[in-house]
């Protein structure tokens, strides 16, 4: 394996690309690569599950409920493992080691997930994906601190250059993995294969060009001491006693027996849970029985802290609550929205439409590829020659992306008529970020810029406008109908009001617990921001899985007006709290 002399992170900066390391645009794409795999399998997930066993490219007709469930399940384990993750590469095996464990494993999942011809193999398939995503996703921005450890001045640029390599891999995987997946001429099991492909891809590119980072990653920093912490002597007087640990302990495997029986049990007849208490089963029982404990352990160790950091950190929690009721909305992209997009949105152009949505189509799918394939070119320059095998694997992949591209815009434009894929919309979501992120960030930069409280006030209610518009779209579907034929129109505007309200509330989450917390607390704050959004992508499945209960006894209409009215309300009672949150902050803006 090739290595270099670059031991410091000021050395990256001999070798730029875009006025930024080369060794950035390896994460890039390798990053690209894992977020291709992850939404390309979770866009054809819950679709391959419902659809029926007498379609045209039949899938296992699980009822609604059921899907979602697993969804849930799956998604919120996805953000519980990287706290493990990270806690093991930090300790144990380094950075880069643990990026390799983890798309190994995810290689793997990927194959599995495409042995449809048993369940077990499902099962496997997404228990090596949560596990192989906890190795990978704390572990990759672990690298890129270390690059830009002394150059601070050039990190947002560098996260920014970063972001669009999530985007575009996500972008991407639904487009492709989506359209192949649909496809009755290749089916499920080769959407499922090509997401593998490419986290395989990704895996071989990263190992043979490693030695790009020198030492960075290699070994974990043992008694390193957080730069710019403040107040550490507040944040180390207050170690966890033997009663916290035994606490946090049985939350946890409260917590996770739940979120595993809570598919199980809606699938098969087993329960871990079969008991009442009262009026309440089993299951809701536990689940009460963690979250007490959890609010428990939490008072306690916040009133061990002084004044002014228990009130930074009761603002962390109440921003960390905002985020439960975000994703549980927002993540209903993967779940019910989908469904949506499948059984009651007219999808099938032909004439005028169908030529519009071709062009359109090519040029959103095109362009974004020929810039990133300009930015390969632009590492092949700089990389070649120390690294020939590494970039000879990364143009496979693009050679291979590109014919897929041409294959699908090929068929487009040959049919008479054009049936848009389910899963076209969910790459609405990572256009709307790649063309509207720069504005926003503009926002932040000037003097408009809102505080903490009142962008996430916004967030929410930008949320729930984006599904007043399914509201009101869905409003012609009879109650209980399972098939309709709404316009398209209505996704794309929810589509877009959900993007707005992510770039209000998700990327200043975590930079607001950076800037509140002192340093040696921050993988504690972090580790219950994640749990935050796990228990949000959790209930996502859980009220997703309502959709056909509610659509049978009330409308479609009564469905999403649920996530209308329920964000736009928290967001108007975070609005008013804005002066308490204020005093709360201590002047952090």
């Known amino acids: 394996m090739s290595t270099t002399n670059l031991d410091t992170p000021n050395d990256f900066f001999e070798s730029k690309v875009l006025g930024h390391p080369a060794g950035l645009f390896v994460l890039f794409f390798t990053e690209m690569w894992e977020r291709f795999s992850y939404y390309g399998m979770r866009a054809l997930l ?6 029926s066993l007498t379609d045209i490219n039949p899938g296992w007709g699980w009822p609604r409920e059921q899907a979602l469930a697993i969804y849930g399940s799956y998604t919120g384990l996805a953000y519980l493992t990287p706290i493990l993750g990270g806690y093991i590469a930090d300790r144990i095996i380094g950075y880069r080691w643990a990026v390799l464990v983890g798309a190994l494993l995810m290689t793997l999942g990927h194959l599995s997930m495409a042995m449809e011809f048993h369940q077990a193999f499902m ?22 601190s270390q690059m830009y450890k ?7 640029g560098a996260y920014t250059i970063f972001y669009m390599g999530v985007n575009s891999g996500a972008f991407l995987g639904m487009l492709l993995c989506g359209y192949i997946g649909e496809s009755p001429d290749w089916g499920w099991s080769w959407g499922f294969g090509l997401a593998g492909i490419f986290m395989f891809i990704g895996m071989l590119q990263f190992y043979f060009t490693q030695g790009i980072f020198g030492e960075i990653g290699l070994k974990p920093l043992k008694n390193q001491v957080e730069e710019g912490s403040d107040n550490l002597e507040e944040s180390s007087r207050n170690p966890f006693s033997t009663f916290d640990s035994i606490v946090i302990a049985l939350i946890s495997v409260i917590g996770l027996a739940w979120i595993i029986n809570d598919p199980v049990s809606k699938i098969t007849s087993a329960n871990l849970f079969n008991f009442k208490v009262g009026t309440l089963d089993g299951s809701n029982f536990m689940i009460m029985i963690a979250l007490a404990l959890f609010l428990f352990i939490l008072v306690k160790r916040i009133s061990q802290y002084t004044p002014v950091l228990r009130d930074k950190m009761i603002a962390v929690i109440v921003l960390a609550f905002i985020t439960i009721f975000f994703w549980a909305s927002f993540e209903q992209a993967g779940g019910s929205m989908t469904i949506f997009a499948k059984d ?4 099938v152009l032909s004439g005028d439409s169908k030529i519009i949505f071709n062009v359109v189509n090519t040029l959103i799918t095109v ?10 070119f632009k590492l092949f320059a700089k990389t070649f020659a120390k690294y020939a095998l590494g970039n000879l694997i990364l143009a496979s992949g693009f050679v291979l992306i590109w014919g897929i591209v041409i294959y699908m815009l090929s068929n ?12 076209w919309f969910g790459i609405l979501n990572s256009l709307f970020i790649i063309s509207l992120a720069p504005i926003v960030s503009k926002l932040w930069e000037s003097k408009y810029n809102p505080s903490a409280t009142m962008k996430n006030g916004f967030g929410m209610i930008l949320l729930g406008i984006g599904f007043g518009a399914l509201a009101y779209g869905s409003s012609s579907i009879p109650q209980g109908a399972a098939v309709a034929a709404v316009s398209m129109i209505w996704l794309i505007l929810a589509y877009l009001f959900h993007t707005l309200g992510e770039l209000f509330i998700s990327p200043v989450g975590l930079s607001y617990v950076s800037k509140l917390v002192p340093g040696r607390m921050i993988a504690i704050m972090f580790g219950i921001w994640y749990l935050a959004i796990a228990i949000g992508n959790k209930i996502a499945g859980t009220m997703g899985g309502k959709i056909d209960e509610i659509t049978s006894k009330y409308s479609m209409t009564t469905f999403f007006l649920i996530f209308t009215l329920i964000p736009i309300g928290i967001g108007l009672l975070v609005m008013m709290l804005s002066p308490i949150m204020k005093k709360l902050m201590h002047g952090v803006k």
Do not use: C, W
């Not at 192989?132 to 996703?137: D, H, L, M, P, S």
């Not at 009651?344 to 999808?347: D, E, G, M």
């Not at 487009?412 to 899963?423: D, G, I, L, W």
């Open 367 to 376: 362009v974004p590829l020929i810039i990133i394939s300009y930015v390969l």
């Open 46 to 51: 819950v679709l391959f599950l419902t659809s």
């Open 344 to 347: 009651y949105t007219q999808r």
């Open 123 to 144: 099962y496997l398939g997404l228990g090596l994906l949560v596990i192989g995503n906890g190795f990978f996703k704390p572990n990759m921005t672990s690298v890129l």
């Open 150 to 156: 002394k150059h601070s001045d050039k990190k947002d």
């Open 412 to 423: 487009q434009y040959n049919e008479v008529k054009s049936e848009v894929p389910a899963t």
